[in-house]
RNA sequence: GCCCGGGUGGUGGAAUGGUAGACACGCAGGACUUAAAAUCCUGUGGCCGUUGAGGCCGUACGGGUUCGAGUCCCGUCCCGGGCACCA
């Protein structure tokens, strides 16, 4: 019988379902393997055929660990809420949980047909209150904590309570907002209860404040930093401005330290530790104080990583929204400065990006003193100075500093070198930290370590700063203004927010007649009339209506696996100490600084708590690339063509008869004056294409004013049939014979759609086409099948000029997959014509799991082929066994073995690509073995199971097993069985490689030389010269030097 | 500008300092067939040469370390990703 995969996988996925092959459970006396993939987002466009290639590959392996003895755990689910079903909801006001159902209704089936053994038992889904408890839970315990910097770790929010009630806060070393005024035990005890409650959201993890947000119009919602790239939304790349909004933040910052150190623990790429240092952007300083001149008391503090530096400091700079702005500016620069910052403030964002080598600025009149020369410098205030990083203003250093300089020079301020390695600073600064330091008094002589330590030690005992360290990251934006999201259990009591009890969780999203946001702006939740916390019949209060954000629910979903349907816990105690953590992670790497650091975050946050038992939720992580599409491109004519191409068949030809012509330098350019004009006589072309009937007009009246006449050349005869240009060719001939103003026709065709068959297109300069997508689904090896094209609505009135193979060939272009790009190939067509097997193997075949790489169907046939003859090693004509019991031969053996150890050590190191590579040797080996036995066939059976797993259990079915073949045993190889009787060793001599030795493989070093040496080739070499040296690498290589 | 990756045949890729191009796709030739599909066999980095010899070049480019470098080191170029007035 042939190999028939669909028959066979139909089969089996139906047993698996029966038998519950892949439910997982905690008692087995085995040792734990958690393995995870990135939950999915649901989105309406299916899986395609990239989504997949990390599932598979964590499948292989959690297949693989299991036949080896572990006890696995791969789950999926699906992060659920999100933008796009809102999107649609408001479009065709479906309930976003009916198209979301539907969504993942028909990934799970997808899923399923690939033969993904995931425990369906165990799906979760963010968007189920059962589950969103539990974020809304962990919500709240964020909300009641704060972070102590002296014990390193979240606090309950009463601990702070008490404290302040003792003592206030001036010895509280804790996260919490810059603005936070020092205040007395007296002061605490003095506050009414409303105003402690605000004092105390200065400290929580959680807490909304009125702060700058990436407020995106066209989406009516905030965005994290995270969503916004270049000035425009993420998704959509809508414009996105900043606006003060009140929104709820999580105090990542206060887990900076943490988030950074942790990442010397965990075994991920480092790349992506990388973006997260980068993204903490941690970096060591100072703070100092510049007293400002003639206002007694008053300091203007600022950071710096460059403290050696500061006696190069000419000017202060403060950021345009800096509170001592107002203050210090004289009335003299007043009108200046407010023009100034009211200018600033007016600046979207995307302009300031757009516009950063602009240098502006504006001089306040006032000076500071610079603590350590006692001179006056003055004060500015520009927009490169940003308010929310470090202090919002810093001493400048021209010298040191390129931004600082290009202000130096645009505002005519002093450049003082402070190093003498310093070069070239009337061109650049130089930021160098070589040499000995000059004009910098008390560290004139050092070098830079040694003036930083100095200057570190008289800030402090002089009491002007200190050594201080400094975060990049920020706050975390909490919420969003949208419906399709978790609700914060928060509810509002005279302006103060209120956690809701835990008893009353979850609090379920309401429903809401639509799902845009209110007249007044407030978010979509405000359309819910009557949802209103009642703690009592007489009270009734406001619950918060932004929801939390997509990484809410992702930020802790790998511990609901470990028990997804517990109603008393997130997970229980028993299942978090059995599973523990996640070993092996795999996802894309768009999710490094997002999704990673976040989850990250909430992970040491319930840690502190004690409610998880590992610091870090993932040991190791594994970034799968992404699977790109390959796009087919036709040529659609646009009029350029037509003009050039009337130029090279038509008009050349015949031109030269009229002697040296003008031929505008730009063709392409709109311009009034006519395509080509004679020098010699008083004649001029215009070759017109349809669009341009308007043209004409402006063109006769320029010949007629140059007294030119007029040849107008319409291209309509040639757009229509391209063949018939000889006709009108030699009407043109004629006409510039007679010299006779000529129009070659008065009338524009409606629309042309002329495709060109890809060769063609490349006698012609790019702008004479467009460019299109076309389905891949109706391309074949470049070639478009114009019968089938013809029916889609694109090529309804299209006109295809055909290669002169009589082929219409299209270009191709290696791009993300998209529907937008016709490029998308649905695995379950795949899965169709070559079975779940095949297609799992050919995607790991294609190349390592990390790496970006094309889909190309048509490579599939090699891993179709591989499957046919490893299937006839089995199964013969008619269904026969082929499988006999005799005895292996030594080179069978050997074959098995070896391909057992590669493919072990391969699974281990994640290379799968390679993997599939050995298995093809394997089998080739067996064919020209003509293997059919037992022994060798059924650990082949095995092996083969985590890549073809419905191909290994119909064949471990036949061997007369009736358990699955999943709880089979890896085989394991004999080191005894890949030693061969001879090695071949590769002779080089002077590192080149001349010829080949076999020896016996117990040979030692003194019996390969002398059989070295015997051989013609080498002593051709060798001749009469000695041999410097001989190198013998065991079992590898000889290398003899003369 | 800064920080990471990466650059190997026509294509996807292999090679953990030890014969560069495994394994495939594609292509060319052949077998079977009325034909096609399917299947099988042979060849396939370039150049010179041979037609059962062999030689030279070759992993972006230029140097270096080494008996030996795609792999390690230094410099240059190019491509991809991330961050970006971050003091």
Same mark, same amino acid.
């Given at each position: 019988?042939?190999?028939?995969?669909?028959?066979?996988?139909?089969?089996?996925?139906?047993?698996?379902?029966?038998?519950?092959?892949?439910?997982?459970?905690?008692?087995?006396?085995?040792?734990?393997?958690?393995?995870?993939?990135?939950?999915?987002?649901?989105?309406?466009?299916?899986?395609?055929?990239?989504?997949?290639?990390?599932?598979?590959?964590?499948?292989?392996?959690?297949?693989?660990?299991?036949?080896?003895?572990?006890?696995?755990?791969?789950?999926?689910?699906?992060?659920?809420?999100?933008?796009?079903?809102?999107?649609?909801?408001?479009?065709?006001?479906?309930?976003?949980?009916?198209?979301?159902?539907?969504?993942?209704?028909?990934?799970?089936?997808?899923?399923?047909?690939?033969?993904?053994?995931?425990?369906?038992?165990?799906?979760?889904?963010?968007?189920?209150p059962?589950?969103?408890?539990?974020?809304?839970?962990?919500?709240?315990?964020?909300?009641?904590?704060?972070?102590?910097?002296?014990?390193?770790?979240?606090?309950?929010i009463?601990h702070?309570?008490?404290?302040?009630?003792?003592?206030?806060n001036?010895?509280?070393?804790?996260?919490?907002?810059?603005?936070?005024?020092?205040?007395?035990?007296?002061?605490?005890?003095?506050?009414?209860?409303?105003?402690?409650?605000?004092?105390?959201?200065?400290?929580?993890?959680?807490?909304?404040?009125?702060?700058?947000?990436?407020?995106?119009?066209?989406?009516?919602?905030?965005?994290?930093?995270?969503?916004?790239?270049?000035?425009?939304?993420?998704?959509?790349?809508y414009?996105?401005?900043?606006?003060?909004?009140?929104?709820?933040?999580?105090?990542?910052?206060?887990?900076?330290?943490?988030?950074?150190r942790?990442?010397?623990?965990?075994?991920?790429?480092?790349?992506?530790?990388?973006?997260?240092?980068?993204?903490?952007g941690?970096?060591?300083?100072?703070?100092v104080?510049?007293?400002?001149?003639?206002?007694?008391?008053?300091?203007?503090?600022?950071?710096?990583?460059?403290?050696?530096?500061?006696?190069?400091?000419?000017?202060?700079?403060?950021?345009?929204?800096h509170?001592?702005?107002?203050?210090?500016?004289?009335p003299?620069?007043?009108?200046?400065?407010?023009a100034?910052?009211?200018?600033?403030?007016?600046?979207?964002?995307?302009?300031?990006?757009?516009?950063?080598k602009?240098?502006?600025?504006?001089?306040t009149?006032?000076?500071?003193?610079?603590?350590?020369?006692?001179?006056?410098?003055?004060?500015?205030?520009?927009?490169?100075?940003?308010?929310?990083?470090?202090?919002?203003?810093?001493?400048?250093?021209?010298?040191?500093?390129?931004?600082?300089?290009?202000?130096?020079k645009?505002?005519?301020?002093?450049?003082?070198?402070?190093?003498?390695?310093?070069?070239?600073?009337?061109?650049?600064?130089?930021?160098?930290?070589e040499?000995?330091?000059?004009n910098?008094?008390?560290?004139?002589?050092?070098?830079y370590?040694?003036?930083?330590?100095?200057?570190?030690?008289?800030?402090?005992?002089?009491?002007?700063?200190?050594?201080?360290?400094?975060?990049?990251?920020?706050?975390?934006?909490?919420?969003?203004?949208?419906?399709?999201?978790?609700?914060?259990?928060i509810?509002?009591?005279?302006?103060?927010?209120?956690l809701?009890?835990?008893?009353?969780?979850?609090?379920?999203?309401?429903?809401?007649?639509?799902?845009?946001?209110?007249?007044?702006?407030?978010?979509?939740?405000?359309?819910?009339?009557?949802?209103?916390?009642?703690?009592?019949p007489?009270?009734?209060?406001?619950?918060?209506?932004?929801?939390?954000?997509g990484?809410?629910?992702?930020?802790?979903?790998?511990?609901?696996?470990?028990?997804?349907?517990?109603?008393?816990?997130?997970?229980?105690?028993?299942?978090?100490?059995?599973?523990?953590?996640?070993?092996?992670?795999?996802?894309?790497?768009?999710?490094?600084v997002?999704?990673?650091?976040?989850?990250?975050?909430?992970?040491?946050?319930?840690?502190?708590?004690g409610?998880?038992?590992?610091?870090?939720?993932?040991?190791?992580?594994?970034?799968?690339g992404?699977?790109?599409?390959?796009?087919?491109?036709?040529?659609r004519?646009?009029?350029?063509?037509?003009?050039?191409?009337?130029?090279?068949?038509?008009?050349?030809?015949?031109?030269?008869?009229?002697?040296?012509?003008?031929?505008?330098?730009?063709?392409?350019?709109?311009?009034?004056?006519?395509?080509?004009?004679?020098?010699?006589?008083?004649?001029?072309?215009?070759?017109?294409?349809?669009?341009?009937?308007?043209?004409?007009?402006?063109?006769?009246?320029?010949?007629?004013?140059?007294?030119?006449?007029?040849?107008?050349?319409?291209?309509?005869?040639?757009?229509?049939?391209?063949?018939?240009?000889?006709?009108?060719?030699?009407?043109?001939?004629?006409?510039?014979?007679?010299?006779?103003?000529?129009?070659?026709?008065?009338?524009?065709?409606?629309?042309?759609?002329?495709?060109?068959?890809?060769?063609?297109?490349?006698?012609?300069?790019?702008?004479?086409?467009?460019?299109?997508?076309? *389905?891949?689904? #109706? @391309?074949? !090896?470049?070639?478009?099948?114009? $019968?089938?094209? +013809?029916?889609?609505?694109?090529?309804? &009135?299209?006109?295809?000029?055909?290669?002169?193979?009589?082929?219409?060939?299209?270009a191709y272009?290696?791009?993300?997959?998209?529907?937008?790009?016709?490029?998308?190939?649905?695995?379950?067509?795949?899965?169709?014509?070559?079975?779940?097997?095949?297609y799992?193997m050919?995607?790991?075949?294609?190349?390592?799991?990390?790496?970006?790489?094309?889909?190309?169907?048509?490579?599939?046939?090699?891993?179709?082929?591989?499957?046919?003859?490893?299937?006839?090693?089995y199964?013969?004509?008619n *269904?026969?066994? #082929? @499988?006999? !019991?005799?005895?292996?031969?030594? $080179?069978?053996? +050997?074959?098995?073995?070896?391909?057992? &150890?590669k493919?072990?050590?391969?699974?281990?190191?994640?290379?799968?690509?390679?993997?599939?590579?050995?298995?093809?040797?394997?089998?080739?080996?067996?064919?020209?073995?003509?293997?059919?036995?037992?022994?060798?066939?059924?650990?082949?059976a095995?092996?083969?199971?985590?890549?073809?797993?419905?191909?290994?259990?119909?064949?471990?079915h036949?061997?007369?097993?009736?358990?699955?073949?999943?709880?089979?045993?890896?085989?394991a190889?004999?080191?005894?069985?890949?030693?061969?009787?001879?090695?071949?060793?590769? @002779?080089?001599?002077?590192?080149?490689?001349r010829?080949?030795?076999?020896?016996?493989?117990?040979?030692?070093?003194?019996?390969?030389?002398?059989?070295?040496?015997?051989?013609?080739f080498?002593?051709?070499?060798?001749?009469?010269?000695?041999?410097?040296?001989?190198?013998?690498?065991?079992?590898?290589?000889?290398?003899?030097?003369?």
């Amino acid at each position: 019988m042939e190999y028939e995969p669909r028959a066979i996988e139909k089969k089996w996925s139906d047993w698996w379902k029966k038998h519950q092959t892949y439910r997982v459970t905690e008692v087995s006396g085995k040792p734990k393997f958690y393995i995870l993939n990135m939950f999915p987002y649901p989105s309406g466009a299916g899986l395609h055929v990239g989504h997949p290639l990390g599932y598979i590959a964590s499948d292989i392996v959690a297949r693989y660990k299991r036949l080896c003895g572990f006890n696995v755990l791969n789950p999926m689910g699906f992060d659920a809420f999100g933008l796009p079903a809102e999107q649609y909801a408001i479009e065709m006001g479906i309930h976003p949980a009916v198209s979301t159902e539907e969504n993942i209704r028909r990934y799970r089936q997808q899923m399923e047909n690939v033969g993904l053994g995931f425990d369906w038992s165990r799906e979760i889904r963010t968007c189920d209150p059962k589950y969103y408890k539990w974020t809304q839970w962990i919500f709240a315990r964020l909300f009641e904590h704060y972070y102590d910097y002296d014990a390193d770790k979240a606090l309950p929010i009463e601990h702070l309570v008490r404290r302040l009630e003792k003592e206030g806060n001036a010895r509280i070393n804790a996260a919490c907002d810059d603005d936070t005024p020092i205040i007395t035990a007296r002061q605490w005890n003095d506050f009414s209860e409303k105003e402690k409650l605000l004092f105390l959201l200065k400290y929580r993890l959680t807490f909304p404040e009125e702060s700058f947000v990436n407020w995106c119009p066209a989406l009516g919602t905030v965005l994290s930093n995270d969503e916004v790239k270049d000035g425009v939304s993420e998704r959509g790349g809508y414009p996105v401005e900043r606006k003060r909004m009140k929104q709820w933040s999580m105090r990542i910052t206060a887990y900076a330290e943490r988030l950074l150190r942790g990442l010397e623990e965990i075994n991920w790429p480092e790349a992506v530790k990388d973006q997260q240092r980068n993204w903490i952007g941690r970096s060591q300083g100072a703070l100092v104080r510049f007293p400002v001149q003639g206002h007694d008391g008053l300091f203007i503090e600022i950071f710096t990583t460059r403290i050696d530096t500061i006696y190069g400091a000419t000017f202060m700079v403060l950021a345009p929204e800096h509170e001592l702005v107002n203050t210090l500016t004289t009335p003299a620069q007043w009108a200046e400065v407010q023009a100034y910052v009211k200018w600033a403030a007016s600046r979207s964002e995307r302009e300031r990006i757009s516009e950063v080598k602009r240098v502006t600025g504006a001089n306040t009149g006032a000076f500071a003193i610079n603590p350590f020369t006692s001179e006056a410098i003055p004060i500015y205030i520009a927009d490169y100075v940003l308010a929310g990083y470090g202090t919002g203003a810093i001493m400048a250093v021209p010298s040191g500093d390129q931004r600082d300089w290009n202000f130096a020079k645009a505002f005519g301020l002093p450049v003082i070198p402070i190093l003498d390695s310093q070069r070239n600073l009337d061109q650049a600064a130089d930021p160098t930290k070589e040499g000995r330091y000059i004009n910098s008094d008390i560290i004139n002589g050092l070098t830079y370590e040694e003036a930083v330590s100095k200057l570190l030690q008289w800030l402090e005992e002089k009491n002007w700063g200190k050594a201080r360290i400094q975060y990049k990251i920020r706050n975390a934006i909490f919420s969003r203004q949208r419906y399709w999201g978790e609700p914060l259990p928060i509810y509002w009591k005279d302006g103060v927010p209120y956690l809701l009890p835990d008893s009353e969780l979850p609090l379920v999203l309401p429903e809401i007649d639509k799902y845009l946001p209110t007249e007044t702006g407030e978010p979509p939740l405000a359309r819910a009339q009557h949802w209103r916390y009642r703690p009592t019949p007489d009270e009734a209060y406001e619950y918060e209506y932004s929801t939390m954000p997509g990484w809410a629910g992702s930020s802790w979903y790998w511990y609901r696996y470990m028990d997804p349907h517990n109603n008393e816990a997130f997970c229980s105690r028993e299942a978090l100490e059995y599973w523990r953590c996640v070993d092996w992670y795999i996802g894309g790497a768009e999710h490094a600084v997002g999704h990673l650091l976040y989850s990250r975050f909430w992970n040491h946050f319930l840690y502190d708590l004690g409610l998880v038992p590992e610091r870090e939720f993932a040991k190791k992580l594994i970034n799968q690339g992404m699977i790109q599409g390959r796009s087919s491109i036709t040529f659609r004519a646009k009029e350029a063509f037509y003009e050039e191409y009337l130029w090279l068949k038509v008009l050349k030809p015949y031109l030269y008869e009229f002697g040296p012509m003008q031929i505008p330098k730009n063709r392409a350019e709109e311009s009034f004056t006519y395509d080509f004009a004679f020098a010699v006589n008083d004649l001029a072309i215009e070759v017109v294409s349809w669009k341009k009937a308007d043209k004409i007009e402006r063109v006769r009246q320029t010949a007629e004013a140059d007294n030119k006449r007029l040849l107008v050349l319409f291209t309509e005869e040639l757009a229509a049939n391209i063949n018939a240009h000889k006709e009108t060719a030699e009407r043109i001939r004629q006409a510039l014979l007679s010299r006779e103003p000529f129009f070659m026709s008065q009338s524009v065709p409606e629309v042309e759609q002329l495709f060109v068959s890809y060769e063609l297109t490349q006698k012609y300069s790019p702008d004479c086409f467009s460019r299109l997508h076309v *389905d891949v689904a #109706l @391309v074949t !090896d470049d070639v478009l099948d114009l $019968e089938r094209a +013809r029916q889609r609505p694109m090529f309804q &009135k299209a006109n295809f000029k055909v290669g002169p193979q009589g082929r219409f060939q299209c270009a191709y272009e290696i791009e993300k997959m998209s529907k937008s790009k016709y490029n998308v190939v649905n695995p379950d067509d795949v899965i169709e014509q070559y079975g779940a097997d095949c297609y799992r193997m050919y995607e790991m075949f294609l190349g390592p799991i990390e790496a970006s790489k094309p889909w190309d169907t048509k490579g599939i046939t090699g891993v179709q082929g591989f499957l046919k003859r490893l299937w006839s090693l089995y199964v013969g004509p008619n *269904d026969t066994w #082929l @499988v006999q !019991d005799a005895e292996p031969s030594r $080179e069978e053996l +050997r074959a098995l073995h070896t391909a057992i &150890k590669k493919i072990t050590d391969d699974i281990e190191r994640f290379s799968l690509n390679t993997c599939v590579s050995h298995f093809m040797i394997l089998t080739n080996e067996l064919r020209a073995l003509k293997c059919h036995k037992k022994a060798i066939l059924e650990p082949v059976a095995i092996l083969l199971a985590p890549f073809a797993p419905h191909l290994a259990e119909e064949l471990w079915h036949r061997f007369g097993h009736e358990t699955t073949v999943c709880d089979a045993t890896w085989p394991a190889w004999n080191e005894r069985y890949l030693e061969a009787d001879k090695v071949v060793y590769p @002779v080089q001599i002077n590192g080149k490689h001349r010829g080949n030795i076999e020896v016996d493989a117990a040979a030692n070093q003194e019996e390969i030389k002398q059989i070295a040496l015997q051989q013609d080739f080498v002593q051709r070499y060798v001749g009469n010269g000695s041999v410097k040296k001989f190198i013998v690498v065991p079992g590898r290589i000889v290398n003899i030097v003369v």
